[in-house]
């Protein structure tokens, strides 16, 4: 990854040693291509990407986009001040500029703005609307502001007119905390910032917010919209197998949070179980779905995706499983109870009867059933029978002793 991710606004300091001509300079690099059509790289022929443009970015500097339409609007201006010499050179000036996006605060992403804030024409008509997270940095917010530029503040989940367009704002946190990607439903086009990069993940940046369970949480909002094509904040753009991407960096993260190299070939089964133990229930049941994928007649990966579903409160999912799951083993008990479960969770309190029944002729003694059976009793309003279940009425009386001391301390 080209961004240091420790570099928000301040750049780095300059050593005296860099200073010094290199004794042997590396190799001299190709020419820049230059502004690309969006359209053609992504093979969209949508309006939004006729004219449109991608500059990839290298050294300190993010990949820019122009969305040429009704004005332009440009998403990251990067930090490299020659991203706007070829402005006449693509038929447009600095002062079509409508609209600045910014997906982050990290200065590789932002600090071009300066440069064309201090544009002749953009600061005398001050026509250009900067959007940003809510949590970009104070500093950046200041600085524009004092500008004349005041940022209009994201929260996530707003639809953008950009260029004519509309783009939903995602608010992903993890890199950093005011990350956010803009998403174009039309063509399945994700403008990722850092939260997707190709082949990778970014860095988390503690000192601007990020964390690793934010970045799962980011993602999983990103998993949820049809990605078909990938614009990053570094390297080339993702056509076609957008969502493969986004699943990339989903799992590179997961690892992350695992301490775990790639290399070291952890199984999908081994992954949800210790997630699982850190309580990351969302990326359980998608190691559940990935083993499934590659073995469907696991028992244990449905029976673990079906009590995560239950924990997650998702107990129509998890019924489907366990019905799955009995229609190979009916007298499995564990499956009877945990269906059971979900069947409560779905208030049908007559039907999870039948199945705690079920599981409890197999197994008299299984505690979690009598439970189960005594609450979908008290729930039908036959208390007495309820308590009839010796199980049942000590875990009532146990709840009920400890709420009644958290009561007594309030």
Known sequence: MTEKATENIQGPELKPEQLIEDEHPPAEEPLHPGWLRIGEILKAPHAA?????????????????????DGLTLVDPGNDYTIFFDFKALGF???DIRKVVLTHGHRDHCMGIFELLGA??????????ILMHEAGPQELKRLVSEAGFPPTELSGGET??????????????????????????????L?????????????????????LEHYLYGLRQIMRRNIVHVLPGHGVPVACTGSRAVEESYEAV???????????????????????????LGEVVYCCDRELALRPGNLHAMQLKGLTLNDMGRCEEAMEVFDRILAREPENIYALTAGGQALLGLTRYVDSLSYFDRALARAPAMREAQVFKGMALYFLGKADKAMEI?????????????????????
């Not at 449109?52 to 990949?63: A, D, M, Q």
């Not at 002749?120 to 609307?129: A, R, Y």
């Not at 690892?255 to 309580?279: C, H, I, Q």
């Not at 009920?400 to 301390?409: D, E, M, N, P």
């Open 49 to 69: 990407f006729t004219n449109s443009r991608f500059l990839i970015g290298y050294h300190h500097s993010s990949n820019a986009y122009l969305l040429a339409g």
């Open 93 to 95: 000036e600095l002062t």
């Open 191 to 211: 403008i990722s910032g850092d939260a997707v990069l190709p082949d990778s993940m970014a860095e988390v940046d503690k000192s601007a917010g990020g964390s």
């Open 160 to 189: 953008l007119e950009l260029s004519g367009f509309e783009w939903e704002v995602l608010h992903t946190p993890g890199h950093t905390m005011d990350s956010i990607c803009l998403y174009h439903p039309p063509t399945g086009v």
């Open 120 to 129: 002749p024409g953009v600061m005398e008509n001050k026509n250009i609307e």
């Open 254 to 280: 997961m690892l992350k949070v695992l301490e775990t190299a790639p290399e070291d070939k952890l199984s999908w089964m081994e992954g949800a179980r210790r997630l699982a133990e850190k309580g990351l």
């Open 390 to 410: 010796e199980a049942f009425k000590s875990e009532f009386h146990r709840r009920f002793s400890k709420g009644l001391a958290a009561g007594q301390k309030k």
